[in-house]
């Protein structure tokens, strides 16, 4: 029983049929049943089920038309008024074999039987998670655009910053300053540094294929929390920062842009979860074993949701209103890159508690 050229099999969802072993056996045995190969498995991303928009659903590849559904008679229908160019594949699905009603149209491509309904909700469930990983990597194809948009942008930045400062420079050798000038100009130069460092800090973290350099892991946190909370005066004051660094200071292999990320990502929802009361935040290096150092960045925000919990670095879940529940993921990546890995807790007093653990020298 041939299936027209359209019906291009998304090999992709076969295999995404196959981690379901049992699923996939009833499918298989179904379609082999029909005289349908496994080459032929007709489930693609975009099958439709009943009930479903006639029109949209003619650019799909394939129908599968519950036999038992109350609407399928109309799909028939129309079906048959229709002047086909190139159709989609047509498959009937009952829950007996002989039981193919008589107003189906004469171009069936197969007949898929299920001793019960829920093969076919099984389907749906996989196609639709299909089509949810779809628009993911859709997205994170937007995100990996926009963030080479940045990185060029960022980049453009730098110059005209050092032109700035050059230019401070000279006006500095060129001026006599007086009490009220050096004052001034120190201001200029410290903000214009400090922004210099923050843009070469964020190039670096865009370039994902960097050689890995030690990276003494406290300045680096201290950047961080400098960036996170201490430069912005709606928070500076608000916010008590403890730090509780071991005195043997660590050292990990890797990128410290990225290294930068992990502790600033963490930070910024801290400060957002605190939000607009006084707050404080912990962070604690420690040496748990030999050869492995632990931050932990503690918060006395309200503590991360239950729901959001378990799926904290694995789906992206914002609760947030302009949230992209980006951070988190980003972070666990660049954690499980150098070697180490993350995880997160409600401390006991409720707030956030968030552990990450990096193979590292001593320095
Ligand atoms: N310190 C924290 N306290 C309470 N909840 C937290 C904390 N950190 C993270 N969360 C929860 O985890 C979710 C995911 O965090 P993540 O950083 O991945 O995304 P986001 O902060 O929502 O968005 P983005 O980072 O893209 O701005 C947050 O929306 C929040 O619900
Ligand atoms: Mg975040």
Redesign the pocket.
Known sequence: MPIPAKTAVRRSVVSLLTQDRELAGRVQAALVAQNLSADHVPFDARIHFPPFDFADALDSDCLLVDAHVPNADRVYATWKQRDWDDRPALLVLTHEAEAVPADAPAEIDGVVPTASTTLLRRLVETIIDNRRLNEEVAELARFAALGRTLAGVLHELKNPLNNILGALDRVKSLIPADEKLSRWNDILERNGTLLREALADLLDGFRFNLEPKPTPLHPLIDRAIAYAIAADVNHRGRIGIERRFHEKAPTVVGNAGQLLHVFL??L???R??IGEVNGAIVVTSRWPEEGWVEVEIL?N?????ED?LPH?FKD?????R????????LVHDVVVKHGGRIE?SNGPRG??C?RARFPAQSA
């Open positions: 990502n963490i910024v929802n801290s957002q979860a918060d925000g309200p503590g991360i949701s959001v904290l992206r879940r914002s609760t947030k302009s949230g992209s529940g980006f951070g988190l993921s997160a707030g956030a968030f």
